[in-house]
C-alpha cells in the first residue's frame, strides 16, 4: 500500500483540532453567512444552453437571498439578469420557469419591461406622480458565464469578475466539453439539515466503504487501496478540489455491463477500457489541467466546489452541478443537475436509464445521513466532530467560512 | 398518473407481455414507484425475463431515431426502462429500497432528455 498522503499537515492554515457543531446551527452564524457569503459571491445559476435564443428566458430562485430572477437572453446574444420583482408592487413578474417572451408583463396591473428590464409601458401613467422610469426598470444583477454555466452575484457593490473570482480553477477546464453535454435530468430535495452538513456529506471519500459498501461495490476501493484514499487535493483560498480514486479492474453487474455496451459511458468507472477509448479517443494528456490532475488511470472523477455551495463534478464523458442552498439554519435545498453527451441511439437512452436509477439510488444512501445528524447536533453528547485527513476538504471548508465572518467588514 | 398502456407488444417479444401491466410505466417516478411497491420475487421474474432479452429490445428500438419511436413500441421502450430501474434491487441490494436510505419519494428528479425526445 502507498505511503499514507498528509494532506491536513500539508495545507497552510489548517490544524488538527476537532471541528464545532455550532456552525451547523446557529442562527446568528448563518444570518452572517447569508449577508457576508452569498450576499457577495457568484453563484450558480443555470446553463447558456438553458436559454439559446434571443428572447428565452430561465427563472431561478435564490432561497437564501429569499430572491427569484429572471435571466434573459439579449437581442445582442449577451445574458442579463434582473429581480423578479415588480418595481410598482412588489408583485413577481415572470411566474413561468422558461419560455421565449419579447416582453415581461406583470399580471397585477400590467405593467411591462423590455428583454432588457426597463419600463416599457405603464397603464394609466398619468395618475402617478414624477414616476421615474429609469429607477422603476427591473433592477438588474450581476450575471456573467464559465464553461456555459451561468453565475449571478447579489452583492450591493460591483464584485470582482467571474474569471478573478475563480482564480486558479478559471482556466483549469479550458476545453472541457461541459458546453457540449446535454442536461439529462435534475434532482432537487429538501431537507431539514444545514446546507454545510449536506456539501460535507458529499466533500469526502471516506464514507463510500460503508455508506455506498454496497451500491458502489469495488468502484471506489481495491486491494491496493481498501479505504479509497483519495488521489489528490487542492485547497485554494476558497474553492477546493479533490480527486476521487477509481478502482481499474472494478467489477460490473449485469445490468452495468449493459449500461456500458449500450451507452458507451460507465456510471463511475474509471473509464479507461478501449471500448471507451476507441468512441471518444480520450486520453489523459488531451485532458484539461483541472481533469484529473494527477494523470492516473486509477481515477474515478474530480469534485470542484466553487465557493460557497456549488460542486462541479469532472468526470470522462459526464459531468454534475450539485448546490446546497441554505433556507434556514437547519433546512436545505439540494439541487443536482447531471450533464452527459446527448445518446444518439434508443439503446443509448436505455443504457442512459440505468445511469439514471444508480444516481438516484446513491443520492437516497448519501442524503440518509444527513437529517439523523442534523438532529443530534444539540443532544449534548458531543458539541465538535473529528476528522481524519480523508476529510480534508470538510476543514478546509469550515475553515474558510470561520475565518470570513471573523474578518472585520 | 398517465393512463395503462394498452398496445401489444411486438409479436416477437409476445413472450414478454405478461410484463406490461405493471412495467410499461412512461416515467422514471412511476417505474420506481412499482420497484417499490413489487414484492422482491415479482422484481426478481421481471429481471430474470428480461435480462436475456435486452440485447433484441434494444436491437429492435434501434431501428428508430430517437423521438422517432411509434406508438407501438413505446412499451417495449419502457419495459427496458424498468429493467435498468429495477436491477440494483436484484443484483445489490436484494431488496426493493435502498436500505437505510432517504425516503424514495422526497428527492424531485426532472428527466430532462428520454428517448422521446428528437
Given at each position: ?196 452538513m449536506v456539501m460535507d456529506a458529499f466533500l469526502e471519500g471516506y464514507h463510500v466503504v460503508q455508506l455506498h459498501g454496497q451500491s458502489a461495490g469495488d468502484a ?190 | ?65 430517437p423521438g422517432e419511436v411509434p406508438a407501438a413500441d413505446l412499451p417495449l421502450y419502457f419495459l427496458a426502462c424498468s429493467f435498468m430501474d429495477i436491477a440494483a ?30
Amino acid at each position: 500500500m502507498a505511503a499514507q498522503p498528509d494532506f491536513t499537515h500539508a495545507s497552510p492554515g489548517l490544524d488538527t483540532q476537532p471541528v464545532p457543531y455550532y456552525p451547523y446551527y446557529d442562527e446568528d452564524f448563518f444570518q452572517q453567512e447569508i449577508d457576508r457569503i452569498f450576499r457577495r459571491n457568484w453563484l450558480f445559476a443555470g446553463r447558456e444552453s438553458d436559454l439559446p435564443q434571443a428572447g428565452d428566458y430561465i427563472v431561478k430562485s435564490f432561497p437564501p437571498l429569499k430572491a427569484s430572477v429572471i435571466l434573459a437572453r439579449q437581442q445582442d446574444g449577451s445574458i442579463r439578469a434582473f429581480y423578479n420583482v415588480c418595481p410598482h408592487r412588489a408583485n413577481r413578474v415572470e411566474i413561468s420557469e422558461c419560455g421565449h417572451k419579447n416582453r415581461f408583463v406583470c399580471s397585477f396591473h400590467g405593467w411591462s419591461f423590455g428583454l432588457d428590464g426597463k419600463l416599457k409601458h405603464v397603464p394609466d401613467e398619468q395618475a402617478f406622480f414624477d414616476l421615474d422610469r429609469e429607477a422603476r426598470s427591473l433592477k438588474s444583477i450581476a450575471v456573467d458565464s464559465w464553461l456555459g454555466m451561468l453565475f449571478v452575484n447579489f452583492s450591493p457593490e460591483p464584485p470582482a469578475p467571474l474569471g478573478e473570482w475563480l482564480g486558479e480553477l478559471q482556466h483549469a477546464f479550458d476545453g472541457y466539453p461541459l458546453p457540449q453535454m446535454t442536461t439529462m435530468l435534475k434532482i432537487r430535495t429538501e431537507v431539514k439539515a444545514n446546507w454545510k452538513m449536506v456539501m460535507d456529506a458529499f466533500l469526502e471519500g471516506y464514507h463510500v466503504v460503508q455508506l455506498h459498501g454496497q451500491s458502489a461495490g469495488d468502484a471506489f476501493t481495491s486491494k491496493e487501496n481498501p479505504w479509497g484514499h483519495l488521489n489528490s487535493v487542492r485547497l485554494y483560498d476558497r474553492h477546493k478540489s479533490l480527486s476521487m480514486y477509481g478502482n481499474p479492474g472494478q467489477s460490473a453487474t449485469p445490468a452495468a455491463e449493459l449500461e456500458l455496451k449500450y451507452q458507451q459511458v460507465a456510471t463511475y468507472a474509471p473509464i479507461q477500457g478501449d471500448r471507451y477509448q476507441q468512441s471518444h479517443q480520450t486520453r489523459w494528456n488531451d485532458f484539461p489541467p483541472g481533469v484529473n490532475p494527477d494523470r492516473r488511470d486509477d481515477w474515478a472523477f474530480d469534485i470542484h466546489l466553487l465557493f460557497p455551495n456549488c460542486s462541479f463534478y469532472t468526470a470522462n464523458g459526464w459531468s454534475v452541478t450539485q448546490c446546497y442552498w441554505p433556507v434556514s439554519p437547519e433546512t436545505s435545498v439540494i439541487e443536482a443537475t447531471v450533464y452527459a453527451f446527448q445518446p444518439t441511439s434508443v439503446a443509448g437512452y436505455i443504457g442512459f436509464e440505468h445511469t439514471k436509477s444508480m444516481i438516484f439510488d446513491v443520492a437516497l444512501e448519501d442524503l440518509s445521513t444527513v437529517e439523523r445528524a442534523q438532529s443530534n447536533l444539540r443532544a449534548g453528547a458531543f458539541d465538535s466532530m473529528v476528522l481524519s485527513d480523508m476529510e480534508v476538504v470538510v476543514r478546509h471548508s469550515h475553515h474558510v467560512i470561520r475565518e470570513l465572518l471573523e474578518q472585520d467588514v | 398518473m398517465s393512463e395503462p398502456i394498452s398496445t401489444p407488444l411486438p409479436e416477437s417479444f409476445a413472450d414478454l407481455s405478461g410484463y406490461v401491466d405493471a412495467w410499461a410505466k412512461p416515467t422514471f417516478r412511476e417505474r420506481y414507484r412499482q420497484r417499490m411497491d413489487s414484492p422482491q420475487a415479482a422484481l426478481v421474474a421481471f429481471y430474470q425475463a428480461l435480462l436475456p432479452r435486452m440485447d433484441a429490445i434494444t436491437e429492435h428500438l434501434n431501428q428508430y431515431a430517437p423521438g422517432e419511436v411509434p406508438a407501438a413500441d413505446l412499451p417495449l421502450y419502457f419495459l427496458a426502462c424498468s429493467f435498468m430501474d429495477i436491477a440494483a434491487a436484484v443484483e445489490i441490494y436484494e431488496q426493493p429500497d435502498v436500505p437505510l436510505g432517504l425516503e424514495w419519494w422526497r428527492p424531485e428528479l426532472t428527466e430532462c432528455r428520454t428517448a422521446l425526445d428528437a
